[in-house]
């Protein structure tokens, strides 16, 4: 357990319909990173906060996802109209900085199946 | 696109060393050399770090070249647990976690 939970471990959805996923990081960390990842490929950067400042958002971030970490806690990562192309397994990281031990943590991810 | 190249998949024998290879021809001076591992089905776990000189932790060594252009992960003594996807990643420090990842050396430790 690297103290970073995901909720929830799996969904499954029909195509068209919204989900939402949840990351809560360890507790003191300013940073929180989420990254999709494929069958067979390494994780994909998709955005990334310092505290509830979204700073970077990757092309991969079309206009249906949407992230928010309000109080710079916790954080969601919301899909609209979900297509079958956005299963994946989604990733969240959180770290500190300046850096402690120059480390990411990542929880185990929510696997995203769209039927 | 990740700026590192790794053979796709390696084995090694139980309770032998194993040395993954990387290369990373086009480091830049201020960018570290990263290493993370991911076990199936969980999510990726750091293992260790370096800018140019050799690392040591208690999981694994870096072995970073003169030129930084390649480096060597070892683990000292590899178990059946350490069956993984190993990541080679560059980065700059403070842009931790930001991890540009490529496809991995599929590490198998048999018995």
């Known amino acids: 357990d690297t103290g970073v939970s995901q909720d929830p471990r799996h969904k499954i959805t029909k195509r068209g319909q919204n989900v939402t996923f949840r990351c809560d990081p360890i507790?003191?960390?300013?940073?929180l990173y989420w990254y999709r990842q494929t069958l067979g490929q390494g994780p994909e950067f998709l955005t990334y906060?310092?505290?509830?400042?979204?700073?970077?958002k990757s092309r991969l971030l079309s206009d249906r996802f949407s992230a928010e970490r309000p109080k710079g806690s916790f954080s969601t990562l919301e899909i609209q109209r979900t297509e079958q192309g956005d299963s994946a397994m989604y990733l969240c990281?959180?770290?500190?900085?300046?850096?402690?031990?120059?480390?990411?943590?990542f929880g185990q991810g929510t696997r995203l199946t769209v039927v | 696109d990740a700026k590192t190249t790794q053979p796709t998949s390696m084995d090694c024998a139980e309770g032998r060393a194993a040395n993954l290879p990387c290369n990373h021809s086009?480091?830049?001076?201020?960018?570290?050399v990263y290493w993370y591992r991911q076990i199936h089905s969980q999510g990726p776990q750091y293992i260790i770090h370096?800018?140019?000189n050799n690392e040591t932790n208690e999981m694994a060594s870096l072995i970073i070249t003169e030129d930084r252009k390649s480096s060597t992960l070892i683990l000292p003594h590899a178990t059946l647990r350490d069956t993984a996807v190993y990541y080679c990643?560059?980065?700059?420090?403070?842009?931790?976690?930001?991890?540009?990842f490529g496809q991995g050396t599929t590490l198998q430790v048999k018995p």
């Open positions: 086009t480091i830049s001076g201020n960018e570290y």
């Open positions: 990281a959180s770290s500190l900085v300046p850096l402690i031990r120059d480390e990411a943590f």
């Open positions: 990643i560059v980065s700059g420090s403070g842009n931790t976690g930001k991890l540009i």
């Open positions: 906060f310092q505290n509830e400042a979204q700073l970077e």
């Open positions: 370096g800018l140019k």
């Open positions: 507790s003191e960390h300013n940073r």
